[in-house]
């Protein structure tokens, strides 16, 4: 079984600065991939980032960067210069081999507030 | 291409009724998952579909059920529902079934309110 753990519920970032949301997971498979899901007001899930747990390079995707750590099961997502509309629920996931067909595990998810 | 979308948008029920919600993955998607979004309890994956198979399931007792068509739409079915059932359903569809690591797509949900 897999499990994701967000510690933090909320986060606040000024317009044009940096804000890094953390994530912890566990799983016991060797082989499985990380993302970050962006869940604005509308609801419409939205992937922003995504990284395979075989690879050592973090993933990156213009603003957005992941701090993979392995060994310590990490997996924190860094926003750049923050924008008006990158405020949403940011959500972790994992999927992982074996039988986990289909299967994205999530954390409880960040509510991200970017102020003015 | 178009997205994953996902009828009705919006359900109204009584307890003890039963329900069916539709999902209609990206073209060329062959793998379907469904999911439970509640305040309490968030996301919570109900099960996966490919080529008309179920793979995978959640935890959630036998009156959530599902099936996928051969076009790939998928529809889930909540028998007797109960006022717990109240929750936003996201339907999304994967590219490949062969590897399960691929990204999904979600869809806008379906909003279900059990009075």
């Known amino acids: 079984a897999q499990t994701v753990t967000q510690s933090q519920p909320e986060m606040s970032v000024q317009e044009a600065e940096t804000v890094t949301l953390s994530c912890t997971y566990d799983?016991?498979?060797?082989?499985?991939?990380l993302f970050w899901y962006k869940q604005p007001p509308s609801r419409q899930m939205i992937l922003v980032i995504r990284?395979?747990?075989?690879?050592?390079q973090n993933a990156t995707e213009n603003r957005f960067s992941v701090n993979f750590q392995k060994a310590a099961k990490s997996f924190s997502l860094k926003i750049s210069d923050s924008q008006l509309g990158d405020a949403a629920m940011y959500f972790c996931?994992?999927?992982?081999?074996?039988?986990?067909?289909?299967?994205?595990?999530f954390g409880q998810g960040t509510i991200l507030t970017v102020h003015p | 291409k178009a997205g994953v979308t996902q009828t009705p948008r919006y359900l109204i029920k009584t307890r003890g009724q039963q329900v069916t919600l539709s999902c209609s993955p990206i073209?060329?998607?062959?793998?379907v998952s469904w999911y439970q979004q509640t305040p309490g309890q968030g996301l919570q994956f109900l099960f996966e579909?490919?080529?008309?198979?179920?793979?995978n399931k959640g935890n959630f007792p036998g009156r959530f059920s599902g099936r996928q068509f051969s076009n790939s739409r998928s529809e889930m079915n909540v028998s007797t529902l109960e006022l717990g059932d109240s929750a936003l359903y996201l339907c999304?569809?994967?590219?490949?079934?062969?590897?399960?690591?691929?990204?999904?797509?979600f869809g806008p949900g379906t909003r279900l309110t059990v009075l």
């Open positions: 996931a994992v999927n992982a081999g074996g039988t986990s067909y289909g299967k994205l595990t």
């Open positions: 990284q395979e747990a075989y690879k050592q």
């Open positions: 579909y490919f080529s008309e198979t179920q793979r």
């Open positions: 073209s060329g998607h062959r793998s």
């Open positions: 999304a569809s994967s590219s490949t079934g062969q590897n399960s690591y691929n990204e999904q797509f």
């Open positions: 799983t016991s498979e060797s082989d499985y991939y």
